[in-house]
């Protein structure tokens, strides 16, 4: 009987660690200003990535490719990752400051004193001008995402351009009466079409994908800025 008690005590020990680490874990993912924003930026980029990996499997990026003679489609692709990177970074960074605020040491903790710091002994006037300046800085942070997201869509208007450029660079009045010169024309006038159309098309697609991510990393600042206030108001 001892040796039954004694063999089922590790497993009541394990049942008991399992079940808190359970809770734990739903605690984390159940917080809006944790690790959510986090889950939230992975799950919208895992789906956004495979579909791109299906297109990949049927084709259609090696159509896109070839039919871009400028290749400023691999350029908007390259200029849309950098943006991905920088909203990465800056949604772990974000993500990381809540936890701070919301860990025991709340201000003082070193996640967020940078931010804070001029805030907690500050009156209650110097408190409302440094708290417009707080929220100045933490825009300007990730306002970069939202620049490099308007580029896509400035430079699929380039490749827009372009390709009727090259499109209207075939076409020559003088001999658009021979029947032999209308095929190189015609050719050159599709080429052109493509470059414009598909550059336009990658850049707006590519646009809403990284917009997409900026929407979390904003809604992701404003609960920062919020928090942070409020818990500036209740030290004060």
Known sequence: MTQVIASSAPDFESAKTEKSGFRTLFK??????????????????????????????????????????????????????????????????????????????????????HLVSSLINANADSRAN???????????????VRHLGNTLVLLGLIGTVLGFIIALSGVDPETASDVN??????????????????????????????????????GGTVQLISCLQEAVEQDA
């Open 181 to 218: 010169s209308i095929a190189p024309m015609v050719s050159t006038l599709i080429q052109g079409m493509s470059t414009a159309l598909y550059t336009t098309l990658i850049g707006s697609i590519l646009n809403v994908w990284l917009m997409a991510n900026y929407q979390l990393l904003s």
């Open 130 to 144: 440094l708290s417009g300046s707080m929220r100045m800085r933490l825009a300007h942070r990730i306002s970069v």
């Open 28 to 113: 984390t993912i159940s917080n809006p200003q944790r690790s959510l924003l986090v889950l939230r930026f992975l799950l919208l980029n895992l789906i956004a990535f495979s579909l791109l990996g299906v297109a990949y499997s049927e084709g259609h990026l090696h159509t896109v490719i070839a039919a871009d003679q400028t290749y400023l489609s691999v350029v908007i692709f390259l200029v849309f990752l950098v943006g991905l990177g920088f909203c990465a970074q800056r949604i772990w960074q974000t993500s990381s400051e809540l936890d701070a605020l919301h860990s025991a040491e709340g201000l003082r903790a070193a996640g967020v004193r």
